[in-house]
Protein backbone atom coordinates (compact mmCIF):
# COMPACT_ATOMS: atom_id res chain seq x y z
CA UNK A 1 0.00 0.00 0.00
CA UNK A 2 2.99 2.55 0.99
CA UNK A 3 4.65 1.31 -2.26
CA UNK A 4 1.51 2.27 -4.29
CA UNK A 5 0.93 5.99 -2.27
CA UNK A 6 4.62 6.86 -2.98
CA UNK A 7 3.28 5.87 -6.80
CA UNK A 8 0.58 8.17 -6.89
CA UNK A 9 1.90 10.62 -5.15
CA UNK A 10 5.14 10.95 -7.60
CA UNK A 11 3.10 10.79 -10.54
CA UNK A 12 0.45 13.55 -9.47
CA UNK A 13 4.06 15.65 -8.70
CA UNK A 14 5.38 14.75 -12.51
CA UNK A 15 1.60 15.69 -14.00
CA UNK A 16 1.71 18.94 -11.56
CA UNK A 17 1.87 22.72 -13.74
CA UNK A 18 2.92 26.18 -12.14
CA UNK A 19 0.98 28.62 -14.27
CA UNK A 20 1.67 32.32 -14.21
CA UNK A 21 -0.47 34.52 -14.70
CA UNK A 22 0.32 38.60 -16.01
CA UNK A 23 -2.78 41.22 -15.66
CA UNK A 24 -3.85 42.66 -18.95
CA UNK A 25 -3.87 46.49 -19.63
CA UNK A 26 -6.71 48.11 -17.99
CA UNK A 27 -8.79 48.84 -21.61
CA UNK A 28 -8.21 45.05 -22.15
CA UNK A 29 -9.80 43.96 -18.98
CA UNK A 30 -12.46 46.81 -19.18
CA UNK A 31 -13.06 45.00 -22.72
CA UNK A 32 -13.18 41.54 -21.79
CA UNK A 33 -15.62 42.20 -18.91
CA UNK A 34 -17.99 43.85 -21.04
CA UNK A 35 -17.87 40.92 -23.62
CA UNK A 36 -18.74 38.52 -21.00
CA UNK A 37 -21.85 40.42 -19.10
CA UNK A 38 -23.53 38.68 -16.44
CA UNK A 39 -26.50 36.23 -17.54
CA UNK A 40 -30.28 37.43 -17.80
CA UNK A 41 -31.86 36.16 -14.73
CA UNK A 42 -28.57 35.72 -12.81
CA UNK A 43 -27.37 37.93 -9.87
CA UNK A 44 -23.56 37.67 -11.16
CA UNK A 45 -21.37 40.87 -12.07
CA UNK A 46 -19.96 39.23 -15.01
CA UNK A 47 -20.88 35.84 -16.84
CA UNK A 48 -19.52 32.66 -14.94
CA UNK A 49 -19.26 30.25 -17.63
CA UNK A 50 -18.03 31.91 -20.38
CA UNK A 51 -15.29 34.51 -18.16
CA UNK A 52 -12.87 32.39 -16.41
CA UNK A 53 -11.97 30.67 -19.56
CA UNK A 54 -11.28 33.15 -21.32
CA UNK A 55 -9.42 35.60 -18.22
CA UNK A 56 -7.28 32.39 -17.60
CA UNK A 57 -6.24 32.25 -21.76
CA UNK A 58 -5.54 35.61 -21.57
CA UNK A 59 -3.90 36.29 -18.94
CA UNK A 60 -1.33 32.98 -18.60
CA UNK A 61 2.05 33.42 -19.52
CA UNK A 62 3.43 30.17 -18.43
CA UNK A 63 3.07 26.96 -19.34
CA UNK A 64 3.65 28.42 -22.96
CA UNK A 65 0.42 27.32 -25.33
CA UNK A 66 -1.99 28.30 -22.51
CA UNK A 67 -3.89 30.90 -24.88
CA UNK A 68 -7.26 31.40 -25.92
CA UNK A 69 -7.63 28.71 -28.37
CA UNK A 70 -5.96 26.06 -26.35
CA UNK A 71 -7.87 26.94 -22.62
CA UNK A 72 -11.15 25.61 -23.45
CA UNK A 73 -9.41 21.99 -23.83
CA UNK A 74 -7.49 22.63 -21.18
CA UNK A 75 -10.91 23.67 -18.51
CA UNK A 76 -12.24 20.47 -19.98
CA UNK A 77 -9.56 18.15 -17.79
CA UNK A 78 -9.28 19.99 -14.74
CA UNK A 79 -11.61 19.91 -11.71
CA UNK A 80 -13.36 22.36 -10.69
CA UNK A 81 -11.47 23.63 -7.88
CA UNK A 82 -7.99 23.83 -10.11
CA UNK A 83 -10.31 26.12 -12.79
CA UNK A 84 -11.46 28.13 -9.73
CA UNK A 85 -7.33 28.17 -8.71
CA UNK A 86 -6.45 29.14 -11.32
CA UNK A 87 -9.48 31.62 -12.81
CA UNK A 88 -8.87 33.55 -8.96
CA UNK A 89 -5.19 34.10 -10.02
CA UNK A 90 -5.86 35.44 -13.36
CA UNK A 91 -8.60 37.47 -11.81
CA UNK A 92 -6.50 38.79 -8.82
CA UNK A 93 -3.79 39.93 -11.17
CA UNK A 94 -6.30 42.36 -12.76
CA UNK A 95 -7.93 43.65 -9.97
CA UNK A 96 -5.51 43.60 -6.88
CA UNK A 97 -3.75 46.42 -6.26
CA UNK A 98 -0.06 45.99 -5.75
CA UNK A 99 1.52 45.95 -2.28
CA UNK A 100 5.05 47.36 -1.47
CA UNK A 101 6.41 45.74 1.42
CA UNK A 102 7.36 48.07 4.00
CA UNK A 103 10.40 47.49 6.42
CA UNK A 104 11.12 49.70 8.92
CA UNK A 105 14.51 47.69 10.38
CA UNK A 106 15.63 47.94 6.48
CA UNK A 107 15.66 51.58 7.09
CA UNK A 108 17.09 51.55 10.41
CA UNK A 109 19.84 50.04 8.70
CA UNK A 110 20.31 52.30 5.63
CA UNK A 111 20.30 55.21 7.94
CA UNK A 112 22.88 53.41 10.36
CA UNK A 113 25.58 53.67 7.78
CA UNK A 114 24.07 56.78 6.31
CA UNK A 115 22.41 55.72 3.50
CA UNK A 116 18.45 56.61 2.91
Aim: charged residues 25%; proline residues 5%.
Amino acid sequence: MAEEIELSRSLAEQRTFAFKMQALAPKEWSDLLAEHPPRKGKTEAFNLDTLPAATVGLCCIEPTGVDEDTVEDLWTRLSVGDRGALFSCAFEANTIGTEVPISSAASDVLRLYGKS
